[in-house]
Each structure stands twice: as structure tokens, then as C-alpha cells.
């Protein structure tokens, strides 16, 4: 079976419009629809697997957002789902995330080992 | 109370692709709820967010339905912002670019929501407080 590498490096783009980040939704669509499917978090994006988001409370007039976009949780289910989640470690520094900070199963690779990871790929989906 | 300022906003981008358009919405939100006026002019891709046909949807990766999702609109949030200028006595005043509407076939919008152009644009800024363009990146 051909394996996909999807990556993610735009951050929070409409997330609370759509409750989602639309690649980490439709790479979990991919799953469920029988893709082999990997992830990999680079640049902003990184700070998805950060633990502990929080984007309640998002009011507009009366209008409430009333079910706000749980990222860590979607990293999370994607891993639970079968999906292999990496997140670039140099992007993780820079933006001075620990180790610790980010949901347990991502897996962390540094930006040296990016080409590597891509020959592990049939088809890079770059987003 | 309405506090006799007004604030121009010019935004580009369309709905669900970009964080601008909700921080767009908090900054109308923010500036109706202290009285000032606010015009928008809605210009390219942005002409979409009053769409009056945008309808929520359930989510199949999390298997919520569609009243358990409660999936928002951009336009019902406009909405809710027209109905929360009533109440301080602030004016909104919301212009769809009219080519940009007529290109893209996104003619069907929210009440309030008026044709216009870019001299539309041109008489905001130069009756504002202060106007402030958001591009597309």
C-alpha cells in the first residue's frame, strides 16, 4: 500500500470557523478511508500538539462559538486512529515548546532528518 | 451608548481559509460593543463571509451531528453583529465589492449587507476615525 506523508505548516487558518484545521481533518478522513497516512507538523503548525489548548469563549454579539476547535485532542485522536504524528523538534525549540508541552505519542524528528522521512513516502502532500 | 467614532475595516479573505477573518469579526465586535461605528467593505474572496447559504454540516471524523457540532457560519455571526450594533446605538454598515460579488456568484447575503464598490471605500476612509485594510497573505 502507498504511503502518504501529509504536512502541515500553516497554522490556525480559519481553525475556529471550522472547528477543525481542515489537513489534519481530511488527513483523518484519509485514514477512515483506508489511506496509510502520516503527518508531519513544521513551522507554526508545531504548536498543535501543544497540550492544554484552550479557545472557549469566542463571542460574536450573542452569537457563541459554542464547540471550539480542540487541537491536541485531534493530534491525539489521529494517533489513536493509526496515523503516525510527527513534529519537527527545531520548529519546537524556536518557539520554545518542551518536550513535555506536547501530546504524548508525537513522534519528534529534527529538520535534518526531513528528507529522510520523505524517501519513507510514496507522495508528499505538502498543504 | 454610541461614542461618535468611526472605524473603517477593508478585508480580503474568504471564509474558513485564514485567521484574519475571525480576528476581522472580534475587532467589529469589540468596537460595536463600545459604540463606535463600523464600516466594512468586503472586498474579493471576503464578499462570501455574509453568504446568507452557508449551512452547517456534522463532523464524520468526530461523529458529532450537525446540532451537536454546531457548526458556525461566518454569516450568522454577521448577523449577530448587525443585531448587536442595535443595542448600543452604534451603526454597522457592511459593503459587498459588487464586480467582486458578480464574479464569484455570491449574491445572496444576510440582511444588512448592501451593494457597493470601491468608491464605497473611498468615502469610508474619509469619513472614519481611522480605517484598517487587512490583505490576503
Same mark, same amino acid.
Given at each position: 500500500?502507498?504511503?502518504?506523508? @501529509?504536512?502541515?505548516?500553516? #497554522?490556525?487558518h480559519?481553525?475556529?470557523?471550522?472547528?477543525?484545521?481542515?489537513?489534519?481533518?481530511?488527513s483523518?478522513?484519509?485514514?477512515?478511508?483506508?489511506?496509510?497516512? @502520516?503527518?508531519?507538523?513544521?513551522?507554526?503548525?508545531?504548536?498543535?500538539?501543544?497540550?492544554?489548548?484552550? #479557545?472557549?469563549?469566542?463571542? %460574536?454579539?450573542?452569537?457563541?462559538?459554542?464547540?471550539?476547535?480542540?487541537?491536541?485532542?485531534?493530534?491525539?485522536?489521529?494517533?489513536?486512529?493509526?496515523? @503516525?504524528?510527527?513534529?519537527?523538534s527545531?520548529?519546537?525549540?524556536?518557539?520554545?515548546?518542551?518536550?513535555?508541552?506536547?501530546?504524548?505519542?508525537?513522534?519528534?524528528?529534527?529538520?535534518?532528518?526531513?528528507?529522510?522521512? &520523505?524517501?519513507?513516502?510514496?507522495?508528499?502532500?505538502?498543504? | 451608548?454610541?461614542?461618535?467614532?468611526?472605524?473603517?475595516?477593508?478585508?480580503?479573505?474568504?471564509?474558513?481559509?485564514?485567521?484574519? !477573518?475571525? !480576528?476581522?469579526?472580534?475587532?467589529?465586535?469589540?468596537?460595536?460593543?463600545?459604540?463606535?461605528?463600523?464600516?466594512?467593505?468586503?472586498?474579493?474572496?471576503?464578499?462570501?463571509?455574509p453568504?446568507?447559504?452557508?449551512?452547517?454540516?456534522?463532523?464524520?471524523?468526530?461523529?458529532?451531528?450537525?446540532?451537536?457540532?454546531?457548526?458556525?457560519?461566518?454569516?450568522? %455571526?454577521? @448577523?449577530?453583529?448587525?443585531?448587536?450594533?442595535?443595542?448600543?446605538?452604534?451603526?454597522?454598515?457592511?459593503?459587498?465589492?459588487?464586480l467582486?460579488?458578480?464574479?464569484?456568484?455570491?449574491?445572496?447575503?444576510?440582511?444588512?449587507?448592501?451593494?457597493?464598490?470601491?468608491?464605497? &471605500?473611498?468615502? %469610508?476612509?474619509?469619513?472614519?476615525?481611522?480605517?484598517?485594510?487587512?490583505?490576503?497573505?
Amino acid at each position: 500500500m502507498a504511503k502518504y506523508l @501529509s504536512i502541515v505548516e500553516r #497554522a490556525y487558518h480559519g481553525t475556529l470557523e471550522e472547528q477543525d484545521d481542515t489537513i489534519l481533518w481530511i488527513s483523518h478522513m484519509a485514514k477512515k478511508a483506508g489511506a496509510d497516512v @502520516s503527518v508531519l507538523l513544521r513551522a507554526n503548525a508545531v504548536n498543535y500538539a501543544v497540550q492544554g489548548q484552550n #479557545a472557549e469563549g469566542l463571542t %460574536f454579539g450573542a452569537a457563541a462559538l459554542s464547540v471550539p476547535p480542540k487541537l491536541d485532542q485531534d493530534i491525539a485522536e489521529l494517533i489513536g486512529a493509526g496515523v @503516525s504524528v510527527y513534529a519537527v523538534s527545531d520548529d519546537l525549540e524556536r518557539r520554545g515548546i518542551g518536550r513535555g508541552d506536547i501530546v504524548a505519542g508525537v513522534r519528534l524528528i529534527a529538520q535534518r532528518e526531513m528528507a529522510k522521512l &520523505f524517501d519513507q513516502h510514496d507522495q508528499i502532500w505538502h498543504w | 451608548m454610541a461614542s461618535g467614532k468611526t472605524l473603517t475595516i477593508s478585508i480580503m479573505d474568504p471564509p474558513y481559509e485564514s485567521g484574519t !477573518t475571525t !480576528t476581522m469579526l472580534r475587532i467589529v465586535d469589540a468596537a460595536l460593543k463600545k459604540g463606535h461605528n463600523v464600516n466594512v467593505f468586503a472586498y474579493e474572496g471576503a464578499v462570501a463571509l455574509p453568504l446568507k447559504t452557508q449551512a452547517a454540516h456534522p463532523n464524520p471524523v468526530k461523529g458529532t451531528t450537525v446540532e451537536e457540532q454546531h457548526h458556525p457560519t461566518t454569516s450568522g %455571526f454577521i @448577523s449577530a453583529l448587525f443585531e448587536a450594533a442595535g443595542l448600543t446605538g452604534a451603526k454597522l454598515d457592511w459593503v459587498n465589492c459588487g464586480l467582486c460579488v458578480d464574479e464569484r456568484g455570491a449574491t445572496e447575503w444576510v440582511e444588512g449587507v448592501r451593494r457597493g464598490g470601491p468608491g464605497d &471605500f473611498v468615502k %469610508f476612509a474619509q469619513e472614519s476615525t481611522n480605517t484598517l485594510v487587512i490583505g490576503t497573505r
